[in-house]
């Protein structure tokens, strides 16, 4: 492929640390300065060269024509649903013809929807492309809070708006990046999380520190807001970097007040009589500690039901009346079992338990009020009708509502597209129909073989292969494996219609389940965290070596893809075993660990990664550093780094300056490339058009480097 004119090369400045006797030489330092000409000139300079030489790929347009053929083969993306009282129905959508998702509420499953928020109409406006981060409608319905933010920065502006008329009511409030609206039982009055204000000269490590919850009637002014928890309330113990929320039970009688060690899953927790809290004379009382290992909580009529794996690695339910809690004698309601407990919520009718058998999903009910676990009072499981994924609660999702009987989820599986299901209190499963059908719903030729591999110290990884039907084991296929292995979060099954242009191409995607994954719960994610986290690049090294002996593909036609924390998996196992892979894809990648904590959310990140205060931390971070382990005149495989250059989630520059050190190291004569959106972030709220240029440029990439024909220059 010709190269044509040629990006700058980057100067290297070295600067050294010390850190326990340890010397970290960081070449381009610099580069953390986004606003040095010299930097940005860089940036755009190898944005462009990388654009340029994804353009020129033979194959590139047809692959990028065939994703937006099949994503716009539905006449709606629906997410997000919420169930109100009153047969209300809110979900954002995004049709065909859409560039970005919409907020809208119909009147029951076959009502017309009413469009509130049309992020695309603001982009008009402005320029820039806007999307709506969170959302929350008031008890009745009649009101509904939402944020919005704009080129992908995550920095939400909360409004209110009035869903008869259509109206913003009150003025619109910044600094709500975390959302975390709740809504007294009248809809008068609003709790929310508020990000303080960073004033001239204060480091950025301070963004998400001191948030606090504010109180504030609807429709009046910010400066009438006042706090009810944080640490702006004394004498609670709460930590500068710890993150407060607050839930008021519908009933009116409890205001709950978490508290989030950053990325920590373990959660704090709170109670106080919900009127003390609003009248501005809270009276909270810790419940739990991070200690009691709590990672999920529901409550319903003063009960409160908690998932720990406190003596149960794979978590068990306990209940605790609020009247006269006390955990040292909270029932166990479900008990722990092979299965891991990943989630609960309360419905009218009963408890809900999410459970995962492996990485699929399994639902489970127990009627309220039946007393500690027994024969007698087990939860019941609920047969769906696909094997496959689904989540009751977590960010965004609302499955159940304590008014109301039953729940509705989102269930999809590896060749099952994502529909979305009621769930009745008779244990009835039937499809809302919220989400339209495709014709690419369910290809009868795509399955997935579930292995499970060994790894360096016998551990069994399991690992799910997506792959066409009859797929020929001649080593010759172009393969994919994907990973992420952070914080528990385990990759479960989940159906995307891109993948379906890779299959076409005659690839295979694979999905490995390291440790530091969840997927069979506490003990295996602690397996591959912090000091133990080299544990998950080996494990998926392992993955990569069994791919290939089973003939699904060879190195020169493997390729590795992470994003997020998951550029820890696949920047790890290429600096390991370069040689082993033909191209490496790390998608806004946390590459640069040694020096996470000088971002502003490095410091959220601390209980997930470690810290370079202590020496145990050093060495783990040291250890999990992509940037710090490359070598110089070592022969890299090809490189595509993208990144949103508003990304605040990782910050831009663990990219650029991880491309930069490879572009100086690498000697195998293979592309390092760099593509950079300067009006994205870490790809929350980035528009269609943004998404699937994208992804076309990876996988085309991929097949490029894969020597595949059809797409070599």
Request: aromatic residues 8%; contains cysteine.
């Amino acid at each position: 492929m010709a190269q044509g004119s040629q990006p700058p090369v980057a100067v290297v400045r070295n600067v050294t640390d010390t850190f326990f006797g340890t010397q970290v030489d960081d070449p381009y330092r610099y580069f953390e300065n986004r606003a040095d000409p010299e930097v940005v000139k860089w940036m755009k300079a190898h944005d462009q060269h990388a654009r340029s030489q994804l353009a020129r790929i033979p194959g590139r347009n047809a692959l990028l024509e065939k994703i937006v053929r099949y994503d716009s083969s539905v006449s709606d993306r629906v997410a997000q649903v919420t169930r109100v009282p009153g047969d209300l129905y809110f979900s954002e959508r995004r049709g065909a013809a859409d560039n970005q998702f919409k907020l809208y509420v119909r009147q029951g499953l076959t009502g017309a929807d009413k469009l509130l928020v049309d992020p695309e109409a603001i982009e008009k406006k402005t320029g820039q492309p806007h999307a709506i981060n969170w959302y929350s409608p008031s008890p009745d319905g009649r009101l509904v809070a939402y944020g919005l933010s704009s080129g992908g920065s995550e920095a939400a502006v909360l409004h209110v708006m009035d869903t008869r008329t259509g109206k913003a009511v009150g003025r619109p409030v910044d600094r709500a990046d975390y959302g975390g609206v709740g809504w007294t039982a009248d809809g008068k009055t609003l709790v929310f999380i508020r990000l303080q204000a960073m004033r001239k000269g204060m480091p950025e490590t301070m963004k998400y520190q001191h948030s606090q919850v504010l109180a504030m009637k609807v429709g009046q002014p910010i400066a009438s807001a006042r706090p009810v928890f944080g640490t702006a309330i004394k004498g609670l113990g709460i930590g500068a970097a710890e993150s407060p929320y607050v839930q008021l039970t519908p009933d009116g009688r409890w205001a709950l007040g978490y508290v989030f060690n950053g990325t920590q899953r373990e959660v704090g927790l709170f109670v106080a009589p919900q009127r003390g809290v609003l009248e501005g004379n809270p009276r909270w009382k810790r419940l739990l500690a991070a200690a009691d290992a709590v990672t999920g909580v529901a409550y319903f009529d003063d009960t409160l039901y908690m998932v720990t794996h406190k003596g149960a690695p794979r978590s068990q339910v306990l209940a605790m009346s609020l009247k006269a809690p006390d955990l040292k004698t909270a029932q166990v309601v479900v008990p722990s079992s092979d299965r891991v407990v990943v989630n609960v919520a309360a419905a009218a009718d009963a408890l809900y338990i999410e459970t995962r058998d492996g990485n699929v999903k399994r639902l489970f009910k127990r009627a309220h009020g039946a007393g500690a676990a027994g024969a007698a009072t087990a939860a019941v499981e609920v047969p769906l009708p696909v094997e496959g994924s689904f989540e009751l609660a977590g960010e965004g999702i609302r499955s159940a509502h304590p008014a109301l009987p039953g729940v509705v989820i989102d269930l999809q599986g590896w060749n099952r597209a994502r529909q979305i299901f009621a769930v009745a209190a008779d244990g009835s499963v039937t499809n809302t129909g919220l989400q339209p059908a495709g014709p690419f719903d369910a290809p009868a030729d795509v399955v997935a073989t579930e292995v499970k591999v060994k790894s360096h110290d016998g551990a069994m990884v399991p690992m799910s292969i997506v792959h066409k039907k009859g797929v020929a084991l001649d080593g010759n296929n172009p393969t994919i494996l994907w990973g992420y292995a952070s914080y528990g979060i385990t990759e479960e099954p989940f159906y995307s219609v891109n993948r379906l242009a890779w299959l076409d191409a005659g690839g295979v995607y694979a999905f490995a389940n390291p440790r530091g994954s969840g997927v069979y719960g506490e003990d295996w994610y602690k397996g591959g965290f912090q000091a133990t986290k080299p544990n998950s690049w080996k494990d998926f090294i392992a993955c990569a070596e069994y791919l290939v002996a089973q003939k699904y593909t060879r190195p020169a036609r493997l390729g590795i893809f992470g994003g997020s924390a998951g550029g820890i998996l696949v920047g790890r196992a290429m600096t390991e075993r370069p040689e082993l892979f033909a191209a490496v894809v790390p998608a806004v990648g946390a590459l640069d660990a040694i020096r996470w904590e000088v971002s502003a959310n490095g410091i959220p990140n601390i209980p997930e990664f470690g810290s370079v205060k202590t020496e145990a931390g050093f060495r783990a971070l040291l250890a999990m550093s992509t940037y710090a382990n490359i070598k110089p005149g070592t022969a890299y495989p090809a490189v595509l780094l993208t990144h949103g250059v508003n990304d605040p989630r990782v910050d831009v520059w663990e990219s650029t300056k991880t491309a930069a050190r490879l572009m100086a190291a690498t000697t195998s004569g293979k592309p390092v490339l760099i593509r950079l959106d300067f009006d994205a972030g870490h790809g929350v709220g980035s528009t269609k058009k943004q998404q699937l240029e994208e992804r076309a440029d990876i996988f085309a990439f991929m097949l490029w480097q894969m020597g595949v024909p059809g797409y070599q220059p």
